[in-house]
């Protein structure tokens, strides 16, 4: 069963309907900024832990839970954009809106790690693939 993370500035009464609809777009050099630190860029598209990173009209959709396995990459993320910017976190499939502490994000380590840009290395591979 594959769960994903929205995240925007979402109207939160369309999530009872498992619909997304930005109120404003995301900010995208807030955006840029974040998936650069944590994100791996594919081509022209991005992925967080392997996963894509799907850029839809003024929101964003990433894969969160792949059967048995959390991506604590896109939790991050969304922790990362929510913090900063104010957007919505929501969990569609199951039409809820989350709060930070329903995520885990990276530990501690991990964080050291992105500050030191070398979390590609550590957690996805080549650090170069994170270049832009």
């Known amino acids: 069963m594959i769960h994903n993370l929205t995240l925007g500035h979402l109207d939160i009464r369309a999530i009872d309907e498992r619909r997304a609809i930005p109120l404003k777009p995301l900010d995208p050099t807030v ?13 022209e598209r991005w992925t967080l832990g392997g996963m894509p990173v799907e850029q839809r009209d003024g929101y964003l959709v990433c894969r969160w839970m792949v059967g048995p396995r959390r991506n604590l990459l896109a939790e991050e993320f969304a922790l990362r954009l929510s913090r900063e910017t ?10 809820r809106i989350l709060s930070p502490a329903d995520l885990q994000g ?3 380590v991990a964080e050291e790690i992105v500050a030191s840009s070398t979390l590609a290395t550590k957690v996805c591979g080549d650090a170069s693939e994170h270049a832009l």
């Open 31 to 43: 955006v840029s900024r974040h998936l650069n630190a944590l994100g791996r860029k594919e081509g």
């Open 86 to 95: 104010g957007c919505e976190i929501a969990d569609r499939e199951h039409y």
């Open 106 to 108: 990276l530990p501690a």
